[in-house]
């Protein structure tokens, strides 16, 4: 069909488009590609989404929502079990378990669940990967000097007093002056303050010599 000069794709008018499709208990949006919408379900990489697509030949770069519900099952069939459509062991996420021995491919609540179980194991024995896993740190060697850090940051904060510019610099001319004028201003109040100490004492000495002279004259009079 074609709007305003494009050829528009007449499967979503069509019965057989899908705008959410489940698989394995997951809703994918219709609109899509086959490859990236099954690497939404946990356990099914890039990789491994290619492979199932190219054993059941569909196209990968196809809508989810062009998906039939013949082709959906036979996806959710071979997720559960890769073994049935030839894919190789090496593809699968759980190679040689702990306590089977065996090859398995696990999704959805499986995958979280073995994958809490691994981390308890390795607490419980006390291992080097379980003491990274108690204390939230990195497991796989990766570098920790530069990143995996948690909690604000450390350092030396910015701001305080300025420091002192050098002899020459124009600030510390203008710095010279003001402590010039503060000197000054600190030598008048001095000065007032000195005088304004030696005047009453200048008053008291000046008052017994005026009445010995005076005293003189009334008693030759």
Request: aromatic share 6%; glycine share 10%.
């Amino acid at each position: 069909m074609v709007f305003n000069g494009a050829i528009k794709n007449s499967a979503y008018l069509s019965e057989q488009y899908q705008h959410i499709v489940r698989i394995l208990g997951n809703d994918i949006l219709g609109d899509k590609k086959m490859i990236i919408g099954l690497t939404q379900i946990k356990g099914v990489g890039y990789m491994f989404a290619n492979s199932i697509l190219q054993k059941l030949n569909i196209n990968p770069n196809d809508d989810m929502g062009n998906l039939t519900s013949e082709q959906a099952t036979s996806i959710e069939n071979v997720i559960k079990d890769p073994k049935s459509a030839d894919i190789p062991t090496w593809f699968w996420n759980r190679q040689k378990d702990v306590e089977t021995g065996e090859d398995k491919h696990l999704v959805t609540s499986d995958f979280a669940f073995n994958v809490r179980n691994d981390i308890e194991r390795e607490k419980g024995v006390f291992s080097w990967r379980g003491y990274r896993h108690m204390y939230g740190l990195k497991v796989r060697g990766q570098r920790t000097r530069c990143t995996g850090r948690k909690g604000g940051a450390v350092g030396v904060a910015k701001g305080g007093r300025v420091a002192p510019g050098k002899p020459g610099a124009p600030a510390a001319a203008g710095a010279e002056s003001t402590a010039a004028d503060g000197a000054e201003a600190g030598a008048a109040t001095e000065d007032t303050t000195a005088e304004k100490k030696e005047s009453p004492a200048a008053e008291k000495k000046e008052a017994p010599a005026a009445e010995k002279k005076e005293t003189p004259k009334s008693e030759k009079k």
